[in-house]
């Protein structure tokens, strides 16, 4: 499939498309008129590196354990060094940190909504 349609299927512009395969994330192969062609796989990394990057992992970091998400029941990661697993570890606890802060201001935010329409049940 070409760009525009890879575009569109993940909702995901073209600028960041390129970007993406110029960090090593995602491949394409180039036809004659050099228009980037991908294949269907393409559309499921291209969502889990956006699910990625929107977990605050940064792109160095995803394009090393990309390899090992594509068969977690077989993780083999032997490029895993001490300082990668230590920033791995660093990253998990930081999304941690993050997911429990949004649970905390959605629970606010539910309590919000519940005092106003126990005031108000026309609301």
């Known amino acids: 499939m070409r760009i ?3 575009s569109e299927r993940t909702r995901t512009s073209r600028r960041l ?3 993406y395969e110029e960090q090593g994330l995602i ?4 036809q004659a008129n050099g228009y980037r062609d991908y ?3 393409s559309v499921d990394r291209v969502i889990q590196v956006r699910g990625l990057l929107d977990a605050g992992l940064p792109t160095r970091i ?3 354990i990309l390899p090992c998400l594509d068969k977690p029941r077989q993780i083999y990661f ?3 060094t001490r300082e990668m697993l230590e920033t791995l570890e660093g990253e998990r606890d930081r999304m941690t940190r993050r997911a429990e802060c949004l649970l905390r201001n959605r629970d606010a935010i539910t309590e919000y909504l519940d005092a106003v329409r126990a005031y108000d049940p026309a609301s």
């Open 4 to 6: 525009g349609e890879l």
């Open 39 to 41: 294949d269907e796989p």
């Open 27 to 30: 491949i394409s192969q180039r």
């Open 78 to 80: 032997p490029d895993a």
């Open 62 to 64: 995803i394009k090393q």
């Open 17 to 19: 498309l390129r970007y």
